[in-house]
């Protein structure tokens, strides 16, 4: 089983940016995606999350309205798009796949784990 992140890279504050996580070897249909950051001397804390069937999302009150999560699941990948992005956005950021169908922000309730892509927002 492995999750592959691309996307990522540097841009201006305001600007956007996009990454994906495709899923090799499990379909993860049942299961739910999260997409956690984890800056230089910071925990790692859940950014966005999505249910297995896609209909709730979750996404932690600093990015409301800036980020949106996808899937797709016919391509067994989840994005994740963000939009006037911040200096403060700057982080790694790491798809997960969770253990259950519903969405946790315990990084202990995700079981595979992308590599990570990194985000750097300029000012």
């Known amino acids: 089983v492995q999750l592959q992140a691309s996307g990522g890279g540097l841009v201006q504050a305001g600007g956007s940016l996009s990454v994906s996580c495709a899923a090799s070897?499990?379909?993860?249909?049942?299961?739910?995606m999260g997409w956690f950051r984890q800056a230089p001397e910071k925990e790692r804390e859940l950014v966005a999350a999505?249910?297995?069937?896609?209909?709730?999302?979750f996404y932690i009150d600093s990015v409301k309205g800036r980020f949106t999560i996808s899937r797709d699941k016919a391509k067994n990948t989840v994005y994740l798009q963000m939009n006037t992005l911040k200096p403060e956005d700057t982080a790694i950021y790491y798809c997960?796949?969770?253990?259950?169908?519903?969405?946790?922000?315990?990084?202990?309730?995700?079981?595979?784990w992308g590599q990570g892509t990194q985000v750097t927002v300029s000012s």
């Open positions: 997960a796949a969770g253990r259950f169908a519903r969405i946790s922000s315990s990084a202990r309730d995700y079981t595979y």
């Open positions: 070897g499990c379909t993860f249909s049942n299961n739910a």
């Open positions: 999505m249910n297995w069937s896609g209909g709730t999302a």
